[in-house]
Nanobody
Framework: VQLQASGGGLVQAGGSLSLSCAASGRTLRTHVMGWFRQTPGEERDFVASITWSGGFTDYADSVKGRFTISRDNAKNTVYLQLNNLKSEDTAVYYC??????????????????WGQGTLVTVSS
């Protein structure tokens, strides 16, 4: 499974961005798609996840009400809409895919496949 993330950029605080993650290859092996983010010297933190089947979603408390994860099964693509961005949202955002069957997965070790990351910079 290959993941291609895109959509990062520079935005002012309070603004919005939309990230995309296109999956290719043996995508039927995957059950959950997730977004994580990482800043230099820090661990990769969970942001949001969604299941291909049923669309079960989960969010980190820090982004609830501001970020929305969605998916387009026909396009094998997952999206992350980032609204009301704050300076602390600045990070490299990674999409990931898990083959595990649980609907809610928020640990990075649960994900097998990772995209290359896309940088989101929020200026205050």
């Amino acid at each position: 499974v290959q993941l291609q993330a895109s959509g990062g950029g520079l935005v002012q605080a309070g603004g919005s961005l939309s990230l995309s993650c296109a999956a290719s290859g043996r995508t039927l092996r995957t059950h959950v798609m997730g977004w994580f983010r990482q800043t230099p010297g820090e661990e990769r933190d969970f942001v949001a996840s969604i299941t291909w089947s049923g669309g079960f979603t989960d969010y980190a408390d820090s982004v609830k009400g501001r970020f929305t994860i969605s998916r387009d099964n026909a396009k094998n693509t997952v999206y992350l809409q980032l609204n009301n961005l704050k300076s602390e949202d600045t990070a490299v955002y990674y999409c990931a895919a898990s083959t595990l069957s649980a609907n809610y997965q928020y640990r990075s070790y649960q994900y097998t496949f990772w995209g290359q990351g896309t940088l989101v910079t929020v200026s205050s």
